[in-house]
């Protein structure tokens, strides 16, 4: 939901997710308005983490699905600091350490026997799951967190400011600048891709008809038309058109419902709230080609379930995550399409997703089918700063594009190493 995840979430990112949220205290302020299972458990204990989502609904929503369980006590800590990520893991090393909690697919936390293996409570449902998504959490051919929601992301742009200006729908990135500057004037700016650009990365770098790492887990990124991306989004940034500065980050829809920008990039989550607010004069499509030979793309960002393999109660935790995320195909609706839309990850609910069958919901879903992209586990956070670190150096500054990613690629490597050897 809103906020992004892996790469973008970025990805996101939140720290691909928590982007933009305003600190309000630690994980131990969190704890007050718990959620539990109403005294109706068995007596075992149950402690789950969530970043706080931006749609209204959600927490109650979390909240009242714990309640239901009757095996169990289930808390729900609400984290509303801005720094999920941190948090969390610094939490994961505590005694206070939940025993379930919202992330995105990684292989250090596989790596490191910190999430349990739940292949057993997958596997009989296995093949109602959209298949990337299994992918995406398999490692070594066991299954590692369950996926509660999928959250592509593409361009968002106001039908009746690009009929003004006389401006088609960019397919390339070439096409998307240009568009940007006859979109711009003294009020409004042509584009807004967020304050630090991180949520375009990786779709910058799929666009040009690369990727993060290849099958073999080795670079794969530093490509011809990657680095020639990375000297059309410099032109981008320095071309007084793209929105920078804005009052919320690139997953809020705020800055392009209040006319700040013609064309904004956010996530499938804000179609609700963009209709609310401008009707039916706005549309969507993917991340243009960054090159010629490039292909258009779509970020599937989301968020997935994990059991703590460390904790106290990892069997009845597991439990818990097969009742909601994978008996409770009820809540598992509600949960994608009731607090913005999200596309679910079991596709017998996807197919009977009335939400996300007619207009631009619809559009969405065609877009995510034709162009998606979903994380890989072995894509790790270090190796997303690497590449937050190339833009920082040669988009918003003016580091050649070749020198930054050669010392990303030193990092990633490193990282590469220790993770594959």
Known sequence: MSALSNSSWDRRTVLRAALGLTAAGGLAACGGNNGRG???????????????YGEAGTEQAVKKYAKA??????????????DFESKLFATLLTKNAPDLFEFHPQIQMIKSGQVADLTDIINPVKDDFNPADIKSHTVDGKIYGVRMIDDPQFFFYRKSMLEKAKVEVPTTLDELIEAAAKLTTSKVKGLYMGNDLHSVINPMIWSAGADTLNEKNEIAYHTPGVIEGIKKMRKLFTSGDLLLGAPTESWDPSSFTQGLCAIQFCGMWAMPTIQDALGDDWGVFPFPKTIDSGKQSVYNGGWSMFVNAKGKNVDAAKEYVKWLWIDQKKYQEEWATSFGFHIPPRTSI????????????????????????????????????????????SVRKSMAPEAALDKADAAVNRELKKLFG
């Open 38 to 52: 109403g005294g109706s458990g068995s007596g075992v204990n149950l402690t789950q983490y969530f970043h706080a």
């Open 69 to 82: 369980y009757d095996k169990a006590n289930v808390t729900t800590q609400w984290i509303t600091s801005a």
């Open 350 to 393: 996807a197919q009977s997703a009335t939400k996300l069958k007619s207009g631009n919901a619809a559009e969405g879903v065609k877009l995510f089918n034709e162009f998606g992209h979903f994380d890989n586990i072995g894509w790790t956070q270090a190796m997303i700063t690497s590449l937050e670190d190339v833009f920082a150096n």
